[in-house]
Nanobody, 125 residues
């Protein structure tokens, strides 16, 4: 079992920055894929970024160049640095993990068996 707890959400203005954190606990295998997903009201969940155990990353086109996913293995923590935020980034953001496993070429929610409770990000114009 893996437990994931997100933090760092909040309200910012257009162009602002936030850093989300996801603290992982429980048993993880040496191979894994961890990702960030988001869901806005009335919209489907979408993959934002993912990183696997060898450090390879994938980003959604809408956030590439603005968001950076990273991990601190010593702290068992996943991060999402979000810069130049836009109102369309407003959503509930979820951390997800698949372990043992590897990231797929595309981010698909059903790959991930473990999810956090979410943290809200609101960007105003």
């Amino acid at each position: 079992q893996v437990q994931l707890v997100e933090s760092g959400g909040g309200s910012v203005q257009l162009g602002g920055s936030l850093r989300l954190s996801c603290a992982a606990s429980g048993h993880t295998y040496s191979s894994y894929c961890m990702g960030w997903f988001r869901q806005a009201p009335g919209k489907e969940r979408e993959g934002v970024a993912q990183i696997d155990s060898d450090g390879s990353t994938t980003y959604a086109p809408s956030v590439k160049g603005r968001f950076t996913i990273s991990q601190d293995n010593a702290k068992n923590t996943l991060y999402l640095q979000m810069n130049r935020l836009k109102p369309e980034d407003t959503a509930m953001y979820y951390c997800a993990a698949d372990t043992p496993g590897f990231c797929m070429r595309t981010m698909v929610g059903h790959q991930f068996g473990y999810w956090g409770q979410g943290t809200q990000v609101t960007v105003s114009s």
